[in-house]
């Protein structure tokens, strides 16, 4: 009778405390491991192409000093294809993702625009043309990523060289006035894009840019015609020239350093 007393007690106790360690089961469960998704983080270069365009307002005055002719304002408005390279690196906390960029470009942000003016009857044509040949930029990045997609803005300091071309003409002067100028300047750029990265350390991305760079005169070296068959008068101008360029982009980028950081 003793015996079966305490074979009845020790099962009663073992199923109390089975029951209870039951219980306890879902605590002790290993948590379920998250994807890692992708890491940003790194060092890349890589290559754009792309379409440029631009504004180019032009305040000058055909004469000595701008003497003998208004001054006028003309606008003139040109476009073309961009290429080149870029690089940056950027370092990710969480979904944020700050860096920097540096690119360079080539092509031709080409335009030609004429203007007419005078008195009635003997009016003045004058013609510029202009030529934006590189730009480059170098900017800070930041960014929101969501696994493989990165959605970002950059803004910073934008460098260009354009060329300057104009002409003056008219009926009693057919080559009235010609000058030529080249001018590099540093303005500043704001953008941003769409990035994914679509296989490995490998990403592609859209962009827009918008660079400024402001208001300035552009040193011209040209020659005066004051007549048909009379001697050409050299002449400096200094006209104003107000440069704006947008940039629309299309890269391809590779990340050959991811774990540097």
């Known amino acids: 009778m003793k ?6 007690v020790a099962g009663a106790c073992f199923a109390v405390g089975g029951a209870a360690f039951a ?3 879902p605590l002790l469960k290993a948590p379920v491991a998250a994807p890692a ?10 290559g754009v192409v792309g379409a440029g365009w631009g504004t180019t307002d032009t305040t000058s005055g055909f004469g000595p000093a701008g003497v003998g002719a208004p001054l006028t304002l003309q606008t003139t408005s040109s476009s073309g294809f961009i290429g080149g390279i870029e690089g940056g690196s950027n370092y990710q906390i969480g979904k944020l993702v700050v860096g920097w960029e540096a690119d360079w470009l080539w092509g031709g942000i080409n335009g030609t625009s004429n203007s007419t003016f005078g008195p009635v009857g003997a009016p003045v044509t004058a013609t510029i043309m202009t030529n934006t040949p590189w730009t480059g930029t170098v900017t800070s990045r930041v960014g929101i990523a969501h696994d493989r997609w990165l959605a970002y803005g950059k803004a910073g300091v934008a460098y260009e060289h354009s060329t300057f071309t104009g002409t003056a ?15 590099s300047r540093t303005g500043w750029t704001v953008g941003g894009g769409l990035e994914w990265a679509f296989w490995n350390n490998w990403s592609m991305k859209a962009e827009y840019d918008y660079l400024d760079f402001g208001n300035r005169a552009l040193l011209v070296n040209g020659a005066i015609v004051p007549a048909v068959g009379a001697a050409a008068i050299p002449v400096t101008l200094s006209p104003l020239n107000n440069l704006h360029v947008s940039e629309f982009k299309f ?3 590779w990340k050959f350093m991811p774990n540097f950081f």
């Open 3 to 8: 015996r079966l007393f305490l074979t009845t």
């Open 23 to 25: 219980a306890d089961m």
């Open 37 to 46: 998704g992708y890491d940003w983080s790194g060092i890349y270069i890589g």
């Open 169 to 183: 003409s008219s009926a009693a002067a057919p080559g009235l006035f010609s000058s030529t100028g080249a001018d």
């Open 251 to 253: 890269g391809v980028n």
